[in-house]
Structure formats: structure tokens, C-alpha cells
């Protein structure tokens, strides 16, 4: 008989085969890598606004109103530094059009109205209350009378048709004071859909200045 006697082995620990065992260490869990998101029109319009300028393209409903209203009512108030409202694209109906127009009016420091590529519509009487109204060399400007639809009763219509005729109205007044031509003039212009070039609209007293223009011989 031996004394003492020897030592057992070590008896690994018990565990199931859904277990893992305690002497392996954990495996790695996997890493996903996920890409950063692409800067979108947010992102520009941040970089825009920290530089005083607001942009407005397409079609202004409501939602984009009220959106540029804010816009520049903060901008007004934020600094007394020039605020610029670029227009590329623009359309607007009156009611959109007298929204923005009332903000443009009411705002205290200078105001410079930029635009480029086509501004349509009523969206043409954001550049009346500008101190500074420019355009690129190949905009355009289409002077014509929104569409507008109504249904309803006919004292509905009625009264629609009426708010819509004074509002429209209103904005070819101040096209005309800042261009310096008869209201009727305007208003006939724009039932007739006339069109002009940055050259014609600067003639027609849209705006101060083309910008932009070179020469073919560099002059």
C-alpha cells in the first residue's frame, strides 16, 4: 500500500455541449463596419445658412414657405450683415408668393436677391423688395399668371376667385413699382406668358445687374 496515496487528476469541469467551455477563451464577435452617411440637401443648406444665404428651387408649397419665412426672419435677426436669397428654379402661387413677400418685407438689414437658372410665376415678385437684385448671365424670367383651381359651392368658388384676384393684384402692383412700369403693363405681360434673358429682364427693371457674363474676346 502506498502512502499517501497520489494525487487525481484535475477533473475538468462539468458543462453541456450548448456551453461553451470555460477554459477556451470567448471568441471575437464580428465587427460590421457602416459607411458614414452621404452629406444631403440638409447638410447644404446648414453650410449655406451659416453663410447668410438661404436657396430656394422648385415649387413652393407651404411647408417650404413657411421653411424660408423662418429662415430669414433668423437670419435678420441673428446679425446685421447682408442676407442673400438665391432663386434657382422658382415657382410660387400668391398665396406662397405673398407669404414670403411679407417676411422680405419686414426684414431690417440688406437684403440681395440672386437668381439663377428660371424663376416662374408669382416667384418673380420676391426680387421688389431687394436692395440688391442680380442675376446670372444665362437666367430667365417667365412673367405669367399662376393656375388656380376651386371646388365647392359656388359662394365658395365665388369667394376664392375674389381673395385670389386681390392677391394677385397686390403682387403685380410691387413687380410694377420696382420695375417702374404700369401695373397693367405687368399683368398684361404675364397673361401673354412673356419670357425674357437676364439682358431683357435687367432692361425691363427686374434686376440691377447681370453677373457673371464674360466676353468671347476676354474683354
Not at 447682408?82 to 405673398?98: I, S, T
Amino acid at each position: 500500500m502506498i502512502w499517501p496515496p497520489p494525487t487525481p487528476p484535475p477533473v475538468p469541469p462539468f458543462h453541456t455541449p450548448w456551453q461553451p467551455d470555460p477554459r477556451q477563451p470567448p471568441a471575437p464577435m464580428p465587427v460590421t463596419s457602416v459607411p458614414a452617411p452621404a452629406p444631403g440637401p440638409d447638410w447644404l443648406a446648414e453650410r449655406l445658412f451659416d453663410k447668410r444665404i438661404v436657396s430656394l428651387t422648385g415649387r413652393l408649397d407651404s411647408e417650404a414657405t413657411n421653411r424660408a419665412a423662418a429662415s430669414l426672419a433668423l437670419l435678420d435677426a441673428s446679425g446685421d450683415g447682408e442676407v442673400q436669397l438665391w432663386l434657382h428654379g422658382v415657382d410660387a402661387d400668391v398665396d406662397a408668393a405673398a407669404t414670403l413677400l411679407d417676411t422680405l418685407d419686414l426684414m431690417g438689414v440688406p437684403l440681395h436677391v440672386h437668381c439663377r437658372g428660371d424663376v416662374r410665376g408669382m416667384a418673380v415678385a420676391f426680387l421688389a423688395p431687394a436692395d440688391r437684385r442680380t442675376a446670372a448671365s444665362h437666367a430667365t424670367f417667365h412673367l405669367r399668371e399662376p393656375q388656380t383651381s376651386c371646388t365647392g359651392p359656388a359662394s365658395d368658388v365665388a369667394i376664392a376667385a375674389e381673395h385670389h384676384e386681390q392677391q394677385l393684384r397686390r403682387l403685380q402692383q410691387r413687380i410694377a413699382d420696382s420695375c417702374g412700369r404700369p401695373v397693367d403693363a405687368v399683368s398684361g405681360d404675364m397673361r401673354d406668358h412673356r419670357i425674357l434673358t437676364a439682358d431683357e429682364a435687367r432692361d425691363y427693371g427686374l434686376i440691377d445687374a447681370v453677373t457673371g457674363a464674360r466676353s468671347v474676346d476676354g474683354e
